[in-house]
C-alpha cells in the first residue's frame, strides 16, 4: 500500500510491518514517469554559471561508507548589495521652520503626534506644525505627500506603528 505524498517529496510505502522510503527519483522511477533534469538550464534560469557544473560532475563525492552524497546549493542565493543613505544633516535652529507630523494611520499615532503639535505652540510657538496622515500603510509610498513637504517643510516627525 502505499501513501500518495506530494509531488517532490519523499514517499512512505508500507508492506507487511516494513517501511522504506522512496526518494522523489525512486517513486518516478518506480512510476515510469523518470524525468530528466537539464541542469544547464535550470542554473541559468537561476542566474547562475553552468561552469559551476564541471567541478561537481569531475569529482564524484563520496560519503564515509563509500555512498554517493548530496551536494546542494544554498536557497537563499546570494543577497544584492546593500546602498547606504546617509541621514539628512541636522538644522541648526527650529525658529520659524515647518515641521511636518506625518501618521502612517496606526490607532494612537495621530493623539501622538497632536501631543507633539501642542508641545511646540506652547514651548516653541515659531514653528510651524502641519499634521498629514499618509496614504496607505507605512511601506507605502505617498508621492504627493512627500513632494509637498519637500516644497514646504523643513523637517518631518513621522509616527510608524508597530
Request: no cysteine; net charge neutral; glycine share 10%.
Amino acid at each position: 500500500m502505499s501513501d500518495q505524498g506530494l509531488p517532490g517529496r519523499a514517499e512512505a510505502v508500507y508492506d507487511a510491518g516494513r517501511v522504506e522510503i522512496l526518494t522523489l527519483a525512486e517513486q518516478e522511477e518506480e512510476r515510469g514517469t523518470f524525468m530528466k533534469i537539464n541542469r544547464r538550464k535550470i542554473l541559468a534560469m537561476l542566474g547562475m554559471s553552468p561552469a559551476l557544473l564541471t567541478e561537481a560532475q569531475s569529482k564524484p563525492a563520496k560519503g564515509a561508507a563509500g555512498a554517493p552524497t548530496i551536494e546542494a546549493l544554498n536557497p537563499r542565493g546570494i543577497p544584492p548589495p546593500i546602498t547606504l543613505v546617509p541621514m539628512a544633516p541636522r538644522l541648526s535652529s527650529l525658529d520659524g521652520k515647518t515641521i511636518y507630523l506625518v501618521s502612517d494611520g496606526f490607532p494612537g499615532a495621530d493623539a501622538f503626534l497632536n501631543q507633539i503639535k501642542v508641545w511646540f505652540s506652547k514651548n516653541m510657538p515659531s514653528v510651524i506644525t502641519e499634521f498629514r496622515l499618509k496614504a496607505g500603510g507605512f511601506a507605502d509610498d505617498d508621492p504627493k505627500l512627500f513632494a509637498e513637504i519637500k516644497a514646504k517643510g523643513n523637517a518631518v516627525i513621522m509616527a510608524i506603528g508597530h
